[in-house]
């Protein structure tokens, strides 16, 4: 049997569990660059705000009503985080699935303990983070994504959902994990309206038709695990960094300078995981909502002689193929760095004319150090133009918009709660 953890609207919930004043108001948290939903408490869907919406088209008697937040999402995975380890410690195996879900492995558990010990782990979650939070439970990782669906509107707020139980034949197949819109009409023209439904069609019929994923998705609906949990994530095989400007970039100093940030960004993920990149992608964007205005949106790649996690190598590459795709005249809104053909860092492959370089996973590990113990941007390159000022750094002008950003309530000492 799997269960399925899931915190409820979690980037309002983390917003709201730190500030007591949100409590109960609508809530909405915006995109990068504050430009858009990308998460809203209930309050904020009963006044019609959709996910997505652009923030300067919501009307403006409905906008008076919410409060918005910058995504924080630093703080967000800290919580995630947080919550994963609560649930290691009452359960045999986890799996992360996203920052606000996951599995949750109840082999070995008596099937009679399944529900008490869910609503335990509820429990402790708000209590020791303030999420509010479901569990569903099945057989399957799709049975148990089904369950945590009903777990939302149920009292207790777990529920299990076994193959022969009667709410699949009133549960909507597009709420089926896996199913999308598209699908959903195609299902609905062959008389395939239910979860229910979809799992009691002839299974050949259902593969010819669909392929074989939701014929999986049939096979997991009918108590079939066809998709095992994962404790450890699997290894990334593409690395990306990118942003909205602040502004409309029209200056190739500061392009570069932004193309600089999301490298060395880049670079520290890539090492966080003890990987290396064979490639580096580069791109570049004008602001698509401006149609008076040109448009130009290229992008170039470019294979490295060696697999490389060291960032002054990277940051050479990344600047280069910017600089050769930059053109004056245009007013550039996002850009954004992928390193590519990812491989652990102990595969090296030696090179006729070049050794190994000792001494650059040596100077890469004193830098993710620094940072690590004195805070990120504590030691970095110059040409992020990002400066010390005071005891912070002083934003360059490209820098994203947050105007409406939580303070780093668990990752900043000096931001920390003060209680009086």
Not at 6 to 19: L, P, R, T
Request: charged residues 25%; contains cysteine.
């Amino acid at each position: 049997m799997i269960a399925l953890q899931d915190g409820n609207n979690f980037y309002c919930s983390v917003e709201a569990s730190f500030d007591p004043r949100l409590r109960g108001k609508p809530v909405c948290v915006a995109s990068s660059g504050d430009g858009c939903v990308i998460a809203r408490d209930a309050l904020s869907k009963k006044l019609g705000v959709p996910m997505g919406a652009p923030i300067h088209q919501i009307p403006p008697d409905v906008r008076r009503q919410i409060t918005f937040r910058s995504a924080n999402f630093a703080l967000y995975g800290d919580i995630s985080a947080r919550i994963a380890s609560i649930l290691r410690g009452l359960f045999p195996a986890i799996e992360q699935y996203s920052i606000d879900e996951n599995f949750i492995d109840l082999a070995g558990i008596p099937s009679k303990d399944h529900e008490r010990l869910a609503a335990e782990a509820r429990a402790r979650i708000f209590k020791w983070t303030g999420i509010p939070s479901c569990v569903g439970i099945g057989p399957t990782k799709t049975l148990a994504k089904l369950s945590n669906k009903r777990a939302k509107s149920s009292i207790s707020g777990v529920v299990t959902t076994m193959p022969d139980d009667p709410a699949l034949l009133t549960y909507p197949v597009e709420d089926v994990w896996g199913v999308g819109r598209k699908l959903t009409a195609r299902l609905g023209a062959d008389g395939i309206l239910t979860a229910g439904d979809l799992a009691a069609t002839d299974v050949d019929t259902l593969r010819s038709r669909y392929g074989v994923v939701l014929a999986r998705t049939q096979r997991e609906l009918q108590g079939i695990p066809c998709a095992e949990l994962e404790e450890h994530e699997p290894q990334r095989k593409e690395i990306m960094v990118s942003r909205t400007f602040g502004k409309d970039i029209t200056s190739q100093t500061e392009l570069m300078q932004a193309i600089a940030t999301f490298a060395q960004r880049a670079c520290e993920k890539l090492r966080s995981r003890q990987l290396q990149a064979a490639g580096v992608w580069v791109f570049i964007q004008t602001n698509p909502f401006k149609q008076n205005l040109p448009q130009y949106n290229p992008s170039k790649s470019f294979r490295l002689l060696m697999p490389s996690a060291d960032t002054r190598e990277i940051l050479m590459v990344a600047q280069g193929l910017a600089k050769a795709m930059f053109r004056p005249g245009y007013g550039y809104k996002k850009a954004g760095v992928s390193l590519l053909d990812l491989s652990h860092m102990d595969i090296q492959q030696g090179d006729l004319f070049a050794g190994i370089d000792q001494r650059s996973k040596a100077i890469m590990e004193v830098m993710d150090r620094t940072n690590q113990k004195f805070g990120r941007g504590s030691m970095g390159f110059a040409s992020t133009a990002w400066r010390p000022k005071g005891k912070s750094l002083e934003k360059p002008a490209w820098s994203v918009k947050r105007d409406m950003l939580s303070p780093a309530y668990t990752t900043d000492w000096k931001q920390l709660i003060r209680v009086r």
